[in-house]
């Protein structure tokens, strides 16, 4: 009987790759979707990071997009994680494509859809026999290579580490985007600084000058898009304008969480006292 081929995982689009990789993670390491220019950075228990960004088959394009920023002179003292890697379906990545990768220091990681494991395994006994699963099992792992980690030296064969001159920086929560989509919206630093604005907002019904220095962002774009407007009789107040924004559709969760944390960030006086305009 002929042996059957290898099953290729399919994946219906990156974002359903990349869902596929992090519910696979190991202990100890946390996915932080769209962040720091790569469709999920990685980020250990003792702060080492992994960038990825995902491909439905490793070509030119991921790699160039792995490797931004690592080799021009301007660029090389930016922040940037401690491995890079390009992240495909399993059994996608050509012997020629993964050679380059080696050679520019990413590492090719080859997930499996969430059943195929399982598959690849009963596929492995029906060609070797029953006293042979108990291996297959242990090969036929969601993702390879192993993650690096600081008790497994074997790591250094599969990673290279690129030693930034400082990691990416860490949003304070995890975005709650989808990896990999097409045209995702970012949580960025601003618009966790605009959320604790708008959380303010809420709760006071008015936020004030000082507000906006205590979280530091500038209040001009809020009055030009007519997020806000001035409130009546009160100077340096403002209030909901005719177009207020509203991050908690785009970040419900993120939105929720940092609402939740308002005695950690509020400003010293939550209640300032207002000053009369001048007539």
């Not at 932080?32 to 491909?55: C, H, M, N, S, W």
């Not at 090719?108 to 108990?134: L, N, P, S, T």
């Not at 969601?142 to 030296?153: I, V």
Request: charged share 25%.
């Amino acid at each position: 009987m002929k042996a059957a081929r290898s099953i290729k995982s399919v994946f219906e689009n990156e974002a359903a790759l990349c869902a596929a990789f992090i519910a696979a993670l190991p202990e100890g390491w946390t996915a932080y979707p769209e962040t720091a220019g790569f469709d999920i950075l990685l980020v250990r228990a003792d702060g080492a990071q992994i960038g990825v960004e995902a491909k439905m088959t490793l070509n030119a394009k991921v790699l160039l997009q792995s490797v931004d920023g690592m080799y021009s002179q301007w660029e090389s003292e930016k922040a940037g994680p401690d491995w890079r890697a390009a992240l495909v379906p399993y059994g996608t990545a050509g012997a020629e494509m993964q050679r380059i990768a080696r050679h520019l220091g990413i590492t090719v990681i080859e997930c499996r859809a969430a059943d195929e494991g399982d598959k690849e395994v009963e596929r492995q006994v029906a060609m070797h026999g029953e006293f042979y699963r108990k291996f297959a099992s242990r090969v036929c792992e969601p993702f390879k290579p192993e993650l690096p980690s600081s008790d497994y030296p074997s790591w250094q064969r599969e990673w290279v580490d690129h030693c930034p001159a400082e990691r990416c920086k860490v949003p304070d929560y995890v975005p709650d985007v989808t990896a990999g989509a097409s045209g995702p919206a970012k949580l960025s630093d601003w618009k966790v600084k605009a959320i604790k604005i708008c959380v303010i907002l809420k709760k006071r019904g008015w936020v004030a000058i000082a507000d906006f220095k205590h979280i530091g962002i500038d209040r001009k774009r809020w009055l030009d898009m007519w997020w806000l407007q001035p409130r009546e009789g009160m100077r340096g107040h403002f209030v909901a304008g005719r177009s207020p924004l509203d991050l908690r559709r785009q970040h419900p969760l993120n939105y929720a969480q940092i609402e939740a944390d308002f005695e950690k960030w509020k400003p010293a006086d939550a209640a300032p006292v207002a000053q009369e305009a001048l007539l």
